[in-house]
T-cell receptor
């Protein structure tokens, strides 16, 4: 099992450009998540998907859109990148729906994004 | 925003030392608690869940104090390989679930 995979690993964008971060998991998990991690800020939830076909906003959704393409894949799109979106982006998955006690998340290796 | 607070450290300890970190949370409705480990430039990985009665996994012991709203992580006989950032995670159960991560505590174990 590859677990959670993310592409690309690194990306440099100019302000105003768009891009899609890809995430896939092969653990047959129901729930998937997108986080960003900034120095001194910790991990912050952008969007999550409790099951195929559903998505919900997290703490910092502005400037992002997501698509739960199928059970395996959950993509994050930046329509018009801004320097404030420079960050490390992590995708994660968990077996069951959010809100259940004791639910473990499994993270991908991250995408490092620089917006100039 | 619901707050989860950690001392960022770094905690700088010699090999073999015992070290403890605390994490405080503000939402009394929080139901589940975890410690994750994150190595430099890597993804977070689950270290251990934290159960109400406390739990131990080898050299690691986790405790929950609901009355004072904090969880703790104790590492005994520290190894060089324990050097990492330790993230506290607090979840509500049900409703509008948003897992909240602390900013992490940095541990450096030196020879």
């Amino acid at each position: 099992n590859a677990g959670v995979t993310q592409t690309p690993k690194f990306q440099v964008l100019k302000t105003g450009q768009s891009m899609t971060l890809q995430c896939a998991q092969d653990m047959n998990h129901n729930s998937m998540y997108w986080y960003r991690q900034d120095p001194g800020m910790g991990l912050r939830l952008i969007y999550y998907s409790a099951s195929e076909g559903t998505t919900d906003k997290g703490e910092v959704p502005n400037g992002y859109n997501v698509s739960r393409l199928n059970k395996r894949e959950f993509s994050l799109r930046l329509e018009s990148a801004a320097p404030s979106q420079t960050s490390v982006y992590f995708c994660a998955s968990s077996e069951r729906s959010p809100g259940l006690a004791g639910e473990t998340q499994y993270f991908g290796p991250g995408t490092r994004l620089l917006v100039l | 925003r619901k707050e989860v607070e950690q001392d960022p450290g770094p905690f700088n300890v010699p090999e073999g030392a015992t070290v403890a970190f605390n994490c405080t949370y503000s939402n009394s409705a929080s139901q589940s608690f975890f410690w994750y480990r994150q190595d430099c430039r890597k993804e977070p990985k689950l270290l251990m869940s934290v159960y109400s009665s406390g739990n131990e996994d080898g050299r690691f012991t986790a405790q929950l104090n609901r009355a004072s709203q904090y969880i703790s992580l104790l590492i005994r006989d520290s190894k060089l390989s324990d050097s990492a950032t330790y993230l506290c995670v607090v979840n509500e159960s049900g409703g509008s679930y948003i897992p909240t991560f602390g900013r992490g505590t940095s541990l450096i174990v030196h020879p």
